[in-house]
């Protein structure tokens, strides 16, 4: 699974379940365990079908021995529910989904109190719900009613990630995201501005920085400055871009993914240029390839 094999996962776990020598009955916590690594194999493969199908046995084979629910089943449901929902084009069914994790959430603090990061990620997993939910509805007051949920989850769910693991690391950085597309989506666009500047930080600062990431955090930053008309702010960022491209260079990654590269340092020119015109020759510079683009003073 680590390896991403999940076909074959899939053909050497269904060997597996030939050679249990009891029945569900007589081990149920086995087939539990059984039920569940099919369901996260089958949601690799992206067969959300029959995903929910093995979720709901680790359900039921519980409840048919008086044993309730764990939190993890609740949760697994909530997500399989969201994916199908979205694969089968019925985002109305994001409200079930919603409310599963919801429940799995609530499950979750009572059992496990001093668990704050899966805390933390199942409060994302029901926001992007709300989230999503938000952008299928036709009803401009409903819409804002699940942007409105899914801001408060997203909110929490920082706030948790700052205070134990500080705003530096990478989870945080995700927080980050996610909830500055909540606040946009509300038209919270200086919050949003914030955090995605923040967001942006903490992606260059990573040894193991995605290139892709980068790329996206960057059209964001670009795209709410824009919508700010704050383009004197994008200054702010000129550390965090140097700092990415360096470490981007330290792991080859202009080399190995010469393409993608190319395309990201023509985004940090048209980043230059919507800051100030007379970052002409810096955006020249950068694209023949210089070590750090050079921006012109506010």
């Known amino acids: 699974m680590k390896q991403s094999r999940y076909q074959e996962a899939l053909d ?46 680790c359900v039921n084979i519980k409840k048919k021995h008086k044993v309730q629910a764990h939190w993890f089943d609740q ?7 969201a994916r199908l929902s979205l694969q089968r084009g019925a ?26 990061i899966m805390r933390c990620k199942m409060l994302n997993s029901a926001g992007e719900c709300w989230s999503v939910r938000g952008d299928f509805c036709a009803d401009k007051k409903a819409a804002e009613g699940f942007w409105d949920q899914a801001i408060a989850l ?19 950085g995700w927080a980050m995201e996610d909830l500055a597309g909540a606040y946009q989506r509300r038209g919270h666009l200086d919050k949003a501005k914030q ?25 964001s930053v670009l795209e709410v400055h824009q919508a700010t008309m704050d383009a004197a702010g994008l200054a702010d960022c000129q550390d965090a871009i140097n700092e990415g491209l360096e470490n981007l260079q330290k792991r080859r990654i202009d080399l190995s993914e010469a393409a ?13 240029l919507e800051h100030d015109a007379a970052n002409c020759d810096g955006a020249i510079s ?10 012109a003073s506010c």
């Open 75 to 81: 949760w697994d449901l909530g997500k399989t529910h």
């Open 286 to 295: 950068l694209l023949q390839e210089g070590p750090k683009p050079r921006w």
């Open 12 to 57: 050497m776990y269904k060997e597996y379940e030939t050679l249990i020598k009891f029945s569900p009955d007589e081990a149920w916590e086995l087939y539990d365990t059984v039920y569940r690594n099919f369901g996260w194999i089958y949601t690799s493969l992206h067969e959300y079908d029959k995903a929910l199908d093995y979720f709901e046995r």
């Open 260 to 272: 993608s590269y190319a395309a990201l340092l023509q985004k940090i020119a048209n980043f230059l």
């Open 154 to 172: 997203h909110e929490e769910s920082y706030e948790l990630y700052l205070k134990v693991l500080g705003p530096k690391k990478p989870l945080t």
């Open 195 to 219: 955090l995605l500047v923040s967001a942006l930080r903490v992606e260059c600062s990573k040894d193991i920085i995605k290139l892709s990431s980068m790329a996206r955090l960057l059209d």
């Open 91 to 116: 985002p109305e069914k994001l409200e079930l989904a919603g409310k599963l994790i919801e429940e799995a959430l609530a499950m979750h603090r009572e059992v496990e109190p001093d668990d704050v």
